[in-house]
DNA sequence: CGAGACTTTGACCGTAGTCAATTTATGTGG
DNA sequence: CCACATAAATTGACTACGGTCAAAGTCTCG
């Protein structure tokens, strides 16, 4: 596959991200064409920085993750990039440091320049970019979630759900799999437990066939016992939030 | 205390909150005691809804929380809304649900009009406000860190320096000790443990001497020991980063 | 004083972590 | 295309942190 033929197929990735399903219109593809020179790339393991541009990034193919590693080498990831998705590296908050990495090779379009160079429908596209920051707002919360609540098990199947989904949306999911190019020691950085752990319950997954994983690719086996056992789809918290604080001082 | 001496000491917290120490102006008291009338109470227990007004609160006084419950009961707290955080009820998101419960009586003004009526400075109430919002975003974050690599120990000082720093910054923290109107059920939704569990190691770290917890209010006995323990100056990521992903596929 | 919420304690269990070794990819250079 | 080096995945044995269940003790407040 050539350089020019690869980057068409990842600018309709991008482009799929930014469109949601309901309301917005996509973007338009020559455009991102025309941006073919924009592009940033990375390769994998390197940490993409905010050097000489605005600091939002659109992934246009491969993945990378977000991350801290605390003093003593613990690590916690935070969340992946995929296609579609925004990067921001305004993390110059006061509290402590992240930094996002490449897992792939990576290719990224400065977010102001896409909005810029999109003449007429500049504000639509300002919109996507808008909704996909929300996007990965949310999915801090679905990991809080995950990681503070489920158990080993509900954790590795509601992750790689939200990664299906996800990828779903830019049309990387073919017959039901997709690639996930994550090692289960970052798996395990992802979800709060060990790798020998995420091993084990993997394998625990594939013995009750709930999921294939085979060379890198992800096949979930869905159905109405893996959702449910994800607890994917979050109840409505208004319920019996008042039941369960009752007179707090 | 009347009614109205309450307002005066409550409209300063929200204003010391809203400036940061380094680069801003805090609120002009006056306006913000101009709004009284404009102030929305909750009750403990009542959770906070967004109807018939902009989606983004200041807290003035009190506390709340942000929280999901899963369908089968189990509950997560995302994190605390203190005086002068900002409360986005926007949460209209794709992913699952999440609610504002108040914790203790709790005022808020709506940001909307806390900017119109600060006439002039509307810019820098802006600006503060959406100082907070990164902060809150922040505090995301952390919160990931700390239930996803800390134990028990860490989590529970971390979450304690966190809420001292916060609450130091509106004047809430006298001679070391603060209000804590947090049951331990609450700490163990927040920080992903039991609540057995959290009584536990509530009762090792006041024996260790490195807290002081009576009537609900908290000191902590800071020192460099309780610092590392909490793991609470999050180390800059980007060191070890690279080395830690190597060949991502 | 009694009721309900909250905290504390004990006994026991189980999920997940640690350590260490082995096997299986994945790659790279010869 | 093979040999070697390195990263990843897998397995076993053992440990421990934290969960569960159940009961008793406190605190508040009407």
Redesign the pocket.
């Known amino acids: 596959m050539s350089a020019s033929r690869a980057a068409t197929n990842e600018a309709r990735c991008a482009s799929e991200a930014l469109s949601d399903p309901d309301e917005c219109q996509p973007l338009d593809l020559k455009r991102i064409q025309g941006l073919w020179r924009r592009v940033e790339r990375y390769t994998a393991g390197v940490t993409v920085r905010a050097e000489g541009r605005s600091k939002r990034l659109i992934v246009v193919s491969g993945w990378a993750a977000e991350m801290r590693i605390l003093p003593d080498g613990r690590r916690q990831i935070f969340g992946c990039g995929l296609p579609g998705d925004v990067i921001d590296l305004s993390n110059s908050g006061n509290l402590g440091n992240r930094a996002f990495v490449a897992l792939t090779r990576l290719e990224v379009v400065d977010a102001e320049v896409m909005i810029r160079s999109d003449g007429v429908d500049g504000a639509q596209t300002a919109n996507a970019i808008e909704r996909a920051l929300r996007r990965r707002e949310d999915a801090l919360y679905e990991q809080i979630v995950r990681i503070g609540r489920l158990?080993?098990?509900e954790r590795i199947l509601n992750l790689l759900l939200d990664l299906h989904d996800r990828l779903s949306r830019v049309g990387l999911v073919k017959e039901g799999a997709f690639r996930v190019p994550i090692?289960?020691?970052m798996f395990a950085d992802s979800l709060?437990?060990?790798?020998?752990?995420i091993?084990?319950t993997?394998?625990q997954l594939r013995r009750e066939g709930l999921l294939d994983l085979r060379?890198?690719a992800v096949t979930l086996r869905k159905n109405q016992r893996l959702t449910a056992l994800a607890c994917y789809q979050p109840a409505s918290a208004e319920w019996d939030a008042v039941r369960s604080v009752?007179?707090?001082h």
Chains 1, 2 share one sequence.
């Open positions: 158990n080993a098990k090692t289960q020691e709060g437990l060990s790798l020998v752990h091993n084990r993997l394998q060379g890198g009752r007179s707090a």
